[in-house]
């Protein structure tokens, strides 16, 4: 797959580097601090993006100057009638000389390229991304690409969170607790959702969850999404006129197989998605056509898609966010399991060939329209098949819209919790769960890879399939520690000291009596046979050593190695005073720390 790369950037010179202040670390109250600027950014941003889009939309659609648009009602038919079809050609080019003149990064659907920037670059994400992807992506979902606004508005709040980390010249972990504050702040005000965009950001961009990481992504979610509302109003991105559960009513048998069922065909459908998109983008990648080219035939595609849907059914469907037909499905106005599965299959093949052919917009809203869409034709066939099960379509669209946007993402808890802050529909939660999780199950059966990283593992630069808190870094350090140890004193020769270690097992530390002044590791060492007479241990042993506590975590001894660009931690049984060598009761190394993480995951 040729996946087209951000231009390489030229190196700081020597001198410039030597001069650069290093980078520090800020306490956590200050980060809470830097947090909430970066949500105040955010929620501003999703505003003036959700009316850049309404801009667009209003003059590529019906040619007038508006800044006012409901995406949740169908509008009226376009102005250009048949010649709706060379909108998002147009939109189109537009947004493919924006990407490749400015920020090549800002194609796609973007949260590929900011989980590569955690893991690969430092945390580091430009800042012309933010104006970049905010215009290209408006554009696209503007003139009728088969795009959402979430992958932009993460990209964009994450693009704020790292810059801003970067002016302030923080260390690495600080600079993507930001970046991904950003982006969670970011989805949090896109869809009035504050604690969907705390899961998102922790499921899918945190390397680490912990107190110094959820905390600011915390303020920064709440801090947008009061912006956001304070300026848009409080209510949720969808309106469930709801009465499939009965408020209270315990959830039938039948209710649970077919949503069960759901899951499966929602994994299905997230399997199919992810591959879809793959094939799609590798062939617009591999055609060998001029970028500009190859978005005139997507998107002249998408418009004829577009189009044949209004001639067929009366609505545009398949273009834009496509809320709209979310909303009616939702309102019991789509009943007819046919058009839904003709939804369903048009709004997948229309959004892979948008981002395919160069659109710049996200994922998580198609995957919404294909999961109420698919589970709405789910619970229509129900109802058909069992009459007196109480089987209502509109149940079934709201779970298929989880299942969906979970199977296709990994992001489970982000799903099921999105979707409740977006239906505010509490009774669902049951058969929400358990269509999640199979979805998840059978989309990973199928394949380990998700809408997310499958890009990034093709490019070659693949990133962990577990994300979450290492569990490994929780053990204490006399639970990792080799205990393997022989204490000598730094002035014996080398000769002797064979005489009283295994070579390849022991580990010895040398003193100077009172004092601990190194280690030696004979295995790694390139003595000299012939100078052994002449060697001593203190000549051959390192000093690049930490002293730990045998109580303290393995977290705890990592970061302090690698601060002080360590290779080796001596464990005393307490840290009190100057630790002698009788304190010694274990030697930490690279070794144990990979034996850790191997037991961690494979034991």
Request: aromatic share 8%.
């Amino acid at each position: 797959m040729s996946v087209e790369s951000p231009p390489i950037r030229p190196a700081a010179s020597t001198a410039s580097e030597a001069e650069a202040p290093p980078d520090r670390e800020v306490k956590l109250r200050t980060m809470l601090v830097l947090a909430l600027i970066v949500g105040i950014v955010a929620g501003v941003g999703a505003i003036v993006f959700k009316y850049l889009i309404a801009f667009i939309y209003n003059l590529a659609f019906y040619g007038v100057l508006s800044i006012h648009l409901d995406p949740n009602s169908y509008g009226p038919e376009s102005s250009w009638r048949a010649g709706i079809i060379f909108v998002p050609v147009i939109g189109g080019l537009v947004v493919v000389w924006l990407v490749r003149k400015f920020a090549p990064e800002a194609k796609g659907h973007g949260v590929p390229e900011v989980m590569f920037a955690i893991y690969h670059q430092n945390g580091n994400v430009r800042g012309i991304v933010a104006a970049v992807k905010s215009l290209a992506s408006a554009i696209s979902i503007g003139t009728g690409a088969s795009v959402g606004r979430e992958g932009p508005i993460i990209q964009i709040g994450s693009s704020f969170g790292s810059t801003f980390a970067r002016r302030l010249r923080l260390v690495r972990h600080q600079k993507i607790t930001l970046l991904s504050a950003g982006a969670g702040a970011g989805i949090a005000a896109t869809f009035n959702t504050p604690l969907g965009g705390v899961l998102f950001a922790s499921e899918v961009l945190l390397p680490e969850v912990s107190t110094r990481t959820f905390l600011p992504v915390v303020v920064a979610t709440a801090t947008s999404t009061y912006v956001y509302r304070a300026a848009m109003g409080v209510e949720s991105a969808f309106v469930v006129p709801f009465d499939g559960l009965v408020e209270g009513q315990a959830v039938n048998g039948a209710e649970l197989v077919l949503a069960a069922l759901t899951g499966v065909l929602m994994g299905v459908a997230a399997w199919a998605f992810v591959k879809l998109l793959q094939k799609t983008e590798d062939f617009f990648d591999n055609s060998n056509v001029n970028p500009y080219v190859q978005n005139v035939l997507g998107m002249l595609a998408v418009g004829c898609l577009g189009y044949g849907f209004f001639l067929f059914a009366g609505h545009y469907h398949v273009m834009s966010v496509g809320y709209s037909t979310i909303q009616d499905v939702l309102n019991g106005g789509i009943t007819t399991a046919l058009l839904l599965l003709l939804l369903f299959f048009g709004k997948l093949v229309a959004t892979c060939v948008s981002l395919g052919a160069g659109a710049s917009g996200g994922i998580f809203s198609p995957s919404l329209f294909m999961g109420a869409t698919l589970g709405g034709a789910i619970g229509v066939i129900g109802h058909t098949l069992l009459p007196g099960a109480h089987i209502a379509p509109e149940t079934f669209a709201i779970i298929g819209m989880g299942a969906m946007v979970g199977g296709a993402t990994s992001a489970a808890m982000t799903a099921i919790v999105m979707i409740f802050e977006m239906t505010r529909d509490y009774e669902i939660i049951l058969p929400l769960v358990l269509a999640v999780a199979i979805a998840i199950g059978v989309r990973r059966a199928m394949t380990t890879a998700d809408i997310y990283t499958i890009k990034l593992r093709n490019r070659g630069r693949p990133i962990p399939t577990d994300r979450t808190t290492n569990m490994f870094l929780v053990q204490q350090a006399s639970e990792t520690m080799v205990r393997d140890v022989v204490v000598l004193p730094g002035t014996m020769t080398v000769t002797e000291a064979l005489k009283q270690v295994d070579v390849h097992k022991t580990r010895v530390i040398t003193t100077d009596g009172t004092r601990i002044t190194g280690f030696v590791r004979f295995g790694t060492i390139p003595y000299e046979a012939d100078r052994f007479a002449r060697q001593t241990l203190n000549e051959i042993g390192s000093q690049e050593f930490i002293i730990a506590s045998a109580a303290h975590t393995l977290n705890t001894v990592v970061t302090r190695m690698n601060r002080r660009n360590r290779s080796y931690a001596i464990v005393v049984r307490e840290l009190r005073g100057l630790p002698r060598p009788e304190d010694i009761v274990g030697v930490i190394g690279r070794e144990e720390i990979a034996n850790a993480v191997v037991r961690n995951h494979y034991g």
